[in-house]
């Protein structure tokens, strides 16, 4: 039932947004898309599904109305331009909607993925684009479109990344886990025995009342008490936005309110059509409005879908959280002084230094080292020290551990700094310098064993 539900609201709506347009509690009219993924482990009847509920019912409806076919079950980001430009609607219906999705929200040498166009056709806002050696497509504001798949939990995540790149889209989708497990010989016959005992098995003569119900455009609007059920959405939305943007917060989905309206719709007149059906009765139109308990319903069903989705993105968010590198981040000013007055031995020099500091900071200038030594007035002194046939060496003589003041705050702790300065000088500063410094006093002779 988990599946078979969210295909029948989606199909619904899809062909209601052919002739029907619902009137939002703001005001505006809008054309109900809506974007549906349901996920299930193999051989749990989502693809049954999608035939006997969606796919099958509709090719019929498709033949019996001699309507132009709008389904489209595989396509090219072209293709269904094309396809939504000439026809003016689409229903992107497969049992395997990955590979679809995924294509379309691929990046390539020609384009950016059209995640901004899915997200432009939800809201029922027309749409321009030119693809590389095509002509220009142009689809019509209000084109119905809706989306309506199954994947599994593998495919889903790789999904839900590739989605989840800041443009909204993956907000207007909703995902559905249900929980479905496959049924037993003797659970099916069962089933199949209660369906052959209703006056209808299967949901061709609900689509074709749906259609012919809604031939003429019609508009669906919320009553009184659901508008105000709305406003107050509305408002603990606004609240819970305006507080997070100040504090630089993670702010609210914003699609959630226009998904369930769009839900709702979808509920209203899958309850009053199948309900007459069921009975025997000849179906008539659904009221005009919506009730409150209808919308309620609407509510609950995608506060379960929106929970499951938050689920699932934790999940991939942990998964390659645990295998992506740490972010590298750029040595500053401190960190390379930090790493000086923890150098092995009393002097230092930028050669040394980018071969022995940490692995970071190995890539520090000797511009920067440079001036790093001489804002660290209170730790030693820049020195240059001549040898003979070769260039000045400036070398960094840090000051004796007995000598600085320790009463301040310093960046490392006494125990670390005099450790390091009684260590051996290190090997890659010539002998010769190290004998000058001797000299000319700046370190003792205990210093110049090698390491």
């Not at 599946?3 to 939002?24: D, N, R």
């Not at 819970?240 to 719709?265: E, H, M």
């Amino acid at each position: 039932m988990g599946y078979l539900l969210s295909a029948l609201l989606t199909s619904t709506l899809f062909v209601l947004s052919m002739s029907v347009q619902l009137s939002t509690f703001t005001g505006f009219e809008t054309v109900p898309n809506i974007y549906t993924v349901f996920v299930g482990p193999p051989s749990t009847g989502k693809s049954q599904a999608i035939k006997e509920a969606v796919s099958g019912p509709l090719n019929r409806l498709i033949e019996d109305k001699d309507l132009v076919s709008f389904v489209i079950e595989t396509a090219t980001p072209y293709g269904l331009f094309k396809k939504l430009s000439e026809d003016n609607k689409g229903f992107l219906l497969s049992p395997e909607v990955y590979d679809v999705l995924f294509k379309l929200l691929q990046k390539d040498d020609d384009s950016n993925g059209y995640a901004a166009l899915m997200c432009e056709l939800f809201s029922g806002e027309g749409a321009s684009y030119t693809m590389a050696t095509r002509s220009r497509r142009k689809i019509s504001p209000n084109t119905p479109f809706s989306i309506l798949g199954s994947t599994q939990l593998q495919p889903l995540a790789r999904l839900l990344v590739t989605m989840d790149q800041g443009q909204g889209l993956i907000d207007r989708f909703i995902f559905i886990v249900p929980t479905c497990f496959r049924p037993t010989p003797e659970e099916r016959e069962r089933a199949s025995s209660y369906v052959r005992e209703q006056n209808v098995t299967t949901f061709d003569d609900f689509f074709s009342a749906v259609h012919d119900l809604h031939f003429v455009s019609k508009n669906y609007a919320f009553d009184e008490d659901a508008s105000e059920y709305l406003k107050e959405q509305e408002d603990a939305f606004i609240t819970l936005l305006n507080d997070a943007l100040p504090s630089g917060a993670v702010p609210p989905k914003c699609k959630k309110i226009d998904i369930a309206q769009r839900l709702a719709l979808a509920i209203h007149v899958c309850e009053n059509i199948l309900s007459q059906i069921l009975q025997g009765i000849n179906p008539t139109a659904p009221p005009d409005k919506i009730n409150k308990d209808t919308l309620c319903k609407s509510f609950k069903f995608l506060d379960y879908c929106e929970m499951q989705k938050e689920i699932l993105l934790e999940f991939v968010d942990m998964v390659t959280n645990s295998v992506m590198e740490e972010e590298r981040r750029q040595p500053n000013v401190c960190d390379i002084k930090t790493a000086i007055c923890l150098f092995s031995g009393p002097v230092v020099n930028a050669r040394c230094f980018r071969q022995s500091a940490p692995r970071f900071l190995r890539s520090v200038t000797k511009e920067e080292f440079i001036s790093a030594c001489k804002q660290m007035e209170d730790w030693g002194q820049f020195v240059q020290v001549k040898i003979a046939r070769n260039k000045p060496m400036m070398i960094f003589v840090k000051r004796n551990p007995r000598e600085v003041d320790w009463s301040t705050d310093k960046i490392v702790s006494e125990q670390d700094y005099s450790a390091k300065f009684t260590l051996p000088v290190s090997k890659t500063i010539p002998d010769a310098v190290k004998s000058d410094l001797v000299a000319k006093r700046y370190i003792d002779a205990c210093y110049l064993q090698t390491e």
